[in-house]
């Protein structure tokens, strides 16, 4: 409806431009930072009881808190008046780390890491894994209907988009071609111009909302 898909910087910006919206920004950022930090400590220390989560949950905190802690000083960037447009930045770094020695394998494995992501978030939607981490003792039974739910459908949306991204970047390097890698923007857009792309990407839009509310929701019911 004459909008257009973005990528986490213009997702900024749109907050900047709203009234009020630098408040707003201070804010996001600071709860970006927040959760870095949360996930950066984590990866260092591991949670529940006697420090029980494996190598695998502890790097996955690792690199959650390096992604948040880079969209977070995109929002800082923003706010200083500084931040440029991240348009074309996957294609560009995709076509900086092809002309390294080996490198349309690093981008492959770079493109099936990803991927890899997209079937963890899909397990974890399926197998409502999530459970685990939630205190469902303390939730009302509509309080679990809907957390389960929103969770589920949100976790399938992110396979979907990381999955999308990572097809992208195999391509890139399968075709040697630095221009096929796109991110979440250009993932939304391959998936917008295909056979009933709208209805298409109103789903998964409708899934990330659901993902945004089982995160809210998980503010209040995850055990730390």
Avoid at 54 to 65: P, T
Avoid at 85 to 102: D, I, Y
Avoid at 164 to 170: M, R, S
Wanted: with cysteine; glycine share 14%.
């Amino acid at each position: 409806a004459g909008g257009k898909t973005t990528d986490q910087s213009g997702a900024l910006r749109t907050i900047a431009h709203q009234p009020f919206g630098e408040v707003l920004l201070v804010l996001v950022a600071i709860g970006l930072a927040g959760y870095a930090l949360w996930r950066f400590l984590h990866a260092l220390l591991g949670h529940g009881p006697e420090r029980s989560d494996s190598g695998f949950d502890r790097v996955a905190a690792l690199g959650s808190g390096i992604a948040y802690g880079a969209i977070c000083a995109v929002a800082v960037e923003i706010l200083l008046g500084s931040g440029s447009s991240t348009s074309g930045r996957p294609s560009k770094a995709t076509a900086g780390a092809l002309g390294w020695p080996g490198g349309p394998w690093l981008v492959g494995i770079a493109g099936a890491l990803l991927i890899g992501i997209a079937l963890y978030q899909l397990y974890r939607g399926l197998s409502q894994d999530f459970l685990k981490d939630a205190k469902t003792e303390k939730m009302s039974d509509a309080v679990r209907k809907w957390y389960k739910l929103a969770a589920t459908c949100g976790h399938i949306a992110r396979a979907v988009v990381f999955g999308l991204v990572g097809v992208f970047v195999i391509k890139a390097a399968v075709d040697f071609n630095p221009s096929k890698a796109v991110g979440l923007d250009g993932a939304l857009a391959k998936l917008a111009h295909q056979s009933y792309g709208s209805a298409l990407l109103g789903i998964v839009a409708a899934g990330l909302v659901a993902f945004a509310l089982y995160s809210l929701a998980d503010a209040r019911y995850r055990k730390i």
